[in-house]
């Protein structure tokens, strides 16, 4: 019996630690996806308000010690995921994502194709001159029709420094099997 209450307070407690913000979470399980965090990085809160479809997931991760009281960080990572009620591929879409891109006046600087844990992927990067901000953004659509948009963006003279820690959080990308 004394065990038992020591289990349940020693859970508790270290419940309570992890709600006070002692242990930070090294990785990341989206709807249909897993990533690590890199290191000196953290998930961020979801902004109050901040608005998205609710069959849109988002994920937001930042430097540790960012400000999000200002609204939206100049530096981070999303991870956008929404299950789609018809097939599409991204091989089809991929060129009217980049004509919306250029509809709203950013100068795109470079596009490619690449595979991340086994699937096609496009992606692009383009300068958003009223952030200002350069901008990497990578779409894949996956066998069960879920649609995700990796994003990373930081200010021009600012992308290079923290783009390795964007490309581990990229690399560790993996799908997972979900049904929904």
């Known amino acids: 019996m004394k065990f038992l209450i020591f289990f349940a307070v020693m859970v508790v407690i270290i419940k309570s630690l992890g709600n006070a913000g002692y242990f930070k979470p090294k990785d990341h399980k989206g709807r ?3 990533v690590k965090i890199p290191a000196g990085w953290i998930k961020a809160k979801r902004q109050k308000n901040v608005q998205y479809p609710k069959d849109v997931e988002v994920a937001m991760f930042v430097p540790q010690g960012t400000d999000m009281s ?38 795109i600087k470079d596009k490619g194709q690449i595979k991340i844990d086994d699937k096609i992927t496009h992606w692009v990067v383009y300068l958003d001159k009223a952030a200002p901000a350069l901008v990497l953004e990578f779409y894949m659509v996956t066998d069960n029709n879920t649609f995700h948009k990796i994003q990373y963006s930081a200010p021009p003279d600012k992308f290079d420094k923290y783009r390795k820690s964007f490309e581990e959080l990229k690399d560790s990308f993996k799908l997972t099997f979900s049904l929904y």
Request: without cysteine; charged residues 25%; proline residues 7%.
């Open 32 to 34: 249909g996806y897993y």
């Open 70 to 107: 200002k609204g939206q960080p100049d530096i981070f990572v999303s991870i956008y995921t929404k299950k789609l009620s018809t097939p599409i591929w991204i091989e089809d879409e991929f060129p009217d994502i980049l004509s919306a891109i250029q509809k709203e006046g950013m100068e």
